[in-house]
């Protein structure tokens, strides 16, 4: 049984060329008496998730339950789907500058998000079941939203930054 930690180093070392230590990119806290990774930041460490996950160490990572995530500027194309449905407590999910395509519904039953930063990406919508979440904030500026259902479109006018249909590319 892997350790948050443990999870952590493989993917630094599997993924990155980066000199970064697990005690650089996360917070971790005591829970039950297992150490828990609470705030994970791989922001700017160019991991890139292919499609299989096969030996990244990042399969794994899913077993992990943060509270605060940021993958900003990794050059993502694709969010695993198996992560929407074990990050049950996180808050903060910081995907921006990379090159998210498709979000499909990785996220829909993180009804915990209060923050969701989708900056600077190739989003050209935003899947339809998201409508259910409540977050304080979303961040959708620097996309290609287009052909938005209504209901996603009155979820990101309740949201999203005012101006989110003025920021498009």
């Given at each position: 049984?892997?350790?948050?930690?443990?999870?952590?180093?493989?993917v630094?070392?599997?993924?990155?060329?980066?000199?970064?230590?697990?005690?650089?990119?996360?917070?971790?806290?005591?829970e039950?008496?297992?150490?828990?990774?609470?705030?994970?930041?791989?922001?700017?460490?160019?991991?890139?998730?292919?499609?299989?996950?096969?030996?990244?160490?990042?399969?794994?990572?899913?077993?992990?339950n943060?509270?605060?995530?940021?993958?900003?500027?990794?050059?993502?194309?694709?969010?695993?789907?198996?992560?929407?449905?074990?990050?049950?407590r996180?808050?903060?999910?910081?995907?921006?500058?990379n090159?998210?395509?498709?979000?499909?519904?990785?996220?829909?039953?993180?009804?915990?998000?209060?923050?969701?930063?989708?900056?600077?990406?190739?989003?050209?919508?935003?899947?339809?079941?998201?409508?259910?979440?409540?977050?304080?904030?979303?961040?959708?500026?620097?996309?290609?939203?287009?052909?938005?259902?209504?209901?996603?479109?009155?979820?990101?006018?309740?949201?999203?930054?005012?101006?989110?249909?003025?920021?498009?590319?």
């Amino acid at each position: 049984d892997y350790s948050d930690r443990e999870m952590l180093q493989e993917v630094l070392d599997k993924n990155t060329d980066s000199s970064k230590t697990v005690k650089q990119v996360a917070t971790f806290v005591m829970e039950n008496g297992r150490e828990v990774a609470t705030t994970i930041d791989l922001s700017g460490l160019n991991i890139n998730i292919d499609s299989s996950l096969t030996g990244t160490g990042l399969p794994r990572m899913h077993q992990m339950n943060p509270v605060e995530l940021n993958f900003s500027n990794n050059g993502l194309e694709l969010v695993p789907t198996q992560w929407g449905w074990h990050f049950d407590r996180i808050e903060r999910l910081d995907l921006s500058d990379n090159k998210l395509l498709d979000l499909k519904e990785s996220f829909r039953d993180m009804r915990t998000l209060k923050f969701i930063n989708l900056r600077n990406n190739d989003l050209d919508r935003i899947p339809r079941d998201w409508a259910v979440l409540t977050p304080d904030s979303v961040r959708v500026s620097g996309n290609k939203l287009t052909g938005l259902s209504p209901d996603i479109e009155d979820w990101l006018d309740l949201y999203a930054e005012p101006d989110w249909r003025n920021l498009q590319r």
